[in-house]
């Protein structure tokens, strides 16, 4: 992609509105902008990393074996009041009335939604177990919307629902969530702690949140140091086989909330435990049968017995993610992309674009990259050295491409590491052999 053809609103001055950096270097970025409170638009560069942050759930959801659909935005009244929650949810609930006076809302999550599509659908023992997820937008009336997209009104959201027979298996489908949340964030460089938790209006008895460390999270947590050091990317989940052992292996080592968190009852002394604060990017819910009981989701178990499905929720914010990547990713000069979301792989800056020579290796080199099948922004717009410089660090893409009269009269690149700043000459053949195996 070419900056100049290209929709990247660039903003100099930090906007006064924004009080966290994630939501001042969005904005400062042309990622998002405001439509109301809470409430965003996504521009192509904001929109191509939501996109990979989803990308990665959905890959994850899917090894794990769960299977996605999508539901709307918009449901009907009635299947909440069937569960009870249609009162209880409150203010938090956007009601809406359509032109024939029935009552709908915009949901703010899909227990009931999709309760009742399996309830109508699957009515044998033999169809279960499974786990049925979707992408899709949220809203909560939240009372103070804030912090850009780290707590929106409309926001997107990952939610799987797993429907089995008995607990032990409404267990099994829980631990699997379980570690395809670990693999997801780590899978984004994010390491995101899974602390007990209170269920609040989802319900239950069984929940964690998971917590990214970072300064400005919303959320004061407590837990052991070990925690950091675990990589559950350097082994491989058997989805297949007994998450148990593995899961009771994970949750030994100490990680909660300040709302769970009880210093007396710590098993961590106070002098080692790690006190942090968090953003919470998941959240996992055993609830059995809260949902399946008042609505009649039951299945005819082998002696014609009925069942009523033992279910779990399973959480990602996936548009709160964005925002947490760049809470832990950034630096005075901007965002730092890690690989695996960067919106481009590569910028490809040309600083002087009014040099015949120049603008030739530039166009050559952004066609082979192209050619290639690797991201490429390509600042070819006449502007200063400088303001392209600050322009690329800024969006943060991972590694600069620049070229200019010295390097083309050697044959040689600028390559410049955003992460760690570190700049080295490699001639051409060299760039394309590392970036565009050739
Ligand atoms: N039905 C369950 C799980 S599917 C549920 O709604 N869980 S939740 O309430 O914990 O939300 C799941 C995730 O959505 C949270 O962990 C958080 O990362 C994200 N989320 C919740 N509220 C907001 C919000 N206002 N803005 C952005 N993300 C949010």
């Known amino acids: 992609m070419r900056v100049s053809q290209y929709f990247l609103p660039l903003l100099r001055e930090n906007p006064s509105e924004a009080q ?9 970025a042309g990622m ?5 409170a809470g409430i965003y638009s996504w521009l192509p560069l904001g929109w191509r990393v939501l996109s990979k942050v989803e990308q990665i759930v959905r890959e994850e959801q899917d090894r794990a074996g769960a299977l996605e659909i999508l539901m709307p935005t918009i449901q009907p009244a009635e299947l909440w009041r069937e569960s009870g929650r249609y009162d209880d949810y409150g203010k938090e609930m956007l009601r809406i009335t359509d032109r024939h006076d029935r009552e709908m809302l915009y949901g703010p999550t899909n227990e009931e939604q999709v309760t009742a599509i399996f309830r109508d659908a699957v009515k044998s023992y033999r169809d279960v177990p499974k786990n049925l997820y979707h992408i899709q937008w949220k809203f909560r009336d939240e009372v103070r919307p804030r912090f850009g997209v780290m707590r929106g009104r409309e926001f997107l959201m990952k939610d799987a629902y797993s429907f089995d027979l008995d607990k032990e298996g409404a267990k099994r489908a829980y631990n699997k969530m379980f570690f395809s949340y670990l693999r997801t964030f780590a899978r984004m460089g994010l390491k995101a702690i899974p602390m007990q938790a209170e269920t609040g209006p989802i319900g239950g008895d069984l929940s964690h949140e998971f917590q990214v460390l970072a300064e400005t999270g919303e959320s004061e947590v407590f837990c052991d140091p070990a925690w950091l050091e675990r990589d559950i990317l350097a082994g491989t989940v058997d989805y297949d086989g007994d998450l148990e052992p593995a899961f009771r292996d994970w949750t030994s080592l100490y990680a909660a909330t300040s709302d769970i968190h009880d210093p007396a009852k710590c098993p961590v002394p106070a002098d080692k435990l790690a006190t942090a604060r968090g953003i919470e990017v998941g959240q996992t819910f055993y609830f059995g049968s809260k949902y399946s009981k008042p609505m009649g989701a039951v299945v005819a178990g082998p002696n014609g017995e009925e069942i009523a499905l033992e279910m779990g929720s399973y959480g990602i914010g996936v548009s709160r993610l964005v925002g947490a990547l760049i809470e832990v990713n950034h630096d005075d000069g901007g965002i730092i992309w890690p690989e695996a979301v960067a919106p481009f792989r590569i910028g490809l800056v040309n600083l002087r674009v009014a040099d015949e020579k120049c603008r030739a290796a530039a166009d050559d080199l952004y066609g082979k990259l192209r050619n290639a099948g690797v991201e490429v922004l390509y600042d070819d717009r006449d502007e200063s050295p400088g303001a392209k410089f600050a322009a690329m660090d800024l969006i943060g893409l991972p590694h600069q491409a620049i070229i200019g009269p010295r390097g083309v009269a050697a044959g040689t ?11 080295e000459d490699m001639p051409v053949e060299g760039f394309l052999a590392r970036f565009a195996g050739r």
Do not use: D, F, P, T
């Not at 966290?20 to 400062?28: D, E, K, P, Y």
């Not at 690149?413 to 700049?423: D, F, L, M, T």
């Open 20 to 28: 966290i950096v994630s939501h001042r270097l969005m904005l400062r």
């Open 32 to 36: 998002i902008r405001q439509s109301s």
């Open 413 to 423: 690149i600028e390559v410049k590491n955003r992460r760690s700043g570190a700049r």
